[in-house]
């Protein structure tokens, strides 16, 4: 590793939620993760990429050609993400402060990430997607006092502490819609930050039935997407899971009108 880029382990970028989601939806998470690394290697903001530099960036990212190196580079180039500077021979890293500007993302909401995981970005992604949720349903929460989520009642607890200390009922089908995202990634990507111990999921299952038909048309008629499972010596319904956060949210600066 060069000796001036340093990479203490505490050294951290606070990453915005709809970076990480864009990345998600457009497939550019390689390169997004390659730009993470450059911010956690140059926190100055600029760098002149030495060869040492590369080589380096080349054996911590796995990336088996200095060709797919350069594609990566030249997309956050024709991004503007990275500026070149012909009077300095200075690399610009852009702020993300900026980035979120030129896109519009208002939404103030980011996740620390460090050397060790920002490689992770699929676990770091259903951390904050469902992270995210879990705070949202809670506001719900404070602000209608009771919410109701097919079937199941959840009451408004006055003390803050309590209430966000609590699982959310956060489906995949709601994560899926509200981030236009496939079902199908939606669970991959909870599966993935439950394993990096991101997120606390717990299943949930609905009251032992011996009439397994009778749910099965039930289900069929009132349009729901619940399955059902055998679980505990008998079949019942698998309700939403409930997920708990096991990080901390941070806010980055509010974005000028």
Not at 60 to 69: A, C, D, Y
Not at 174 to 186: E, K, Q, R
Request: hydrophobic share 40%.
């Amino acid at each position: 590793m060069p000796p001036s880029t340093g990479l203490p382990d505490q050294r951290q970028i606070n990453v915005p939620l709809e970076l990480l989601v864009d990345a998600q939806k457009r497939g550019y998470q390689k390169k997004l993760r390659l730009f993470l690394l450059l911010k956690l290697m140059f926190p100055s903001g600029k760098t002149r990429l030495s060869r040492s530099e590369m080589e380096f960036i080349l054996l911590v990212e796995k990336i088996g050609s200095r060709k797919t190196f350069i594609s990566y580079f030249d997309f956050l180039l024709e991004r503007g993400w990275i500026i070149f500077n012909q009077t300095t021979g200075y690399f610009i890293l852009k702020s993300l402060d900026r980035i979120r500007e030129e896109n519009s993302w208002k939404g103030r909401l980011a996740i620390p990430v460090n050397f060790k995981s920002y490689r992770k970005l699929k676990a770091v992604t259903g951390a904050v997607i469902f992270g995210y949720l879990h705070k949202d349903f809670h506001r719900k929460l404070r602000k209608k006092k009771s919410v109701l989520v097919k079937g199941g009642t959840y009451n408004f607890q006055p003390d803050s502490f309590l209430r966000m200390s609590q699982t959310a009922p956060v489906s995949v089908y709601g994560a899926a819609n509200l981030f236009n995202i496939s079902v199908c990634t939606a669970s991959r990507l909870k599966l993935a930050a439950e394993k990096e111990k991101l997120l606390e999921v717990k299943k949930n299952f609905g009251d032992r039935t011996l009439n397994k038909r009778m749910v099965e048309l039930c289900l069929k008629y009132n349009d729901m997407n619940n399955e059902i499972v055998y679980n505990r010596g008998g079949y019942r319904i698998q309700l939403i899971d409930s997920v708990f956060p096991l990080f901390l949210f941070v806010r980055r600066k509010k974005l000028k009108p």
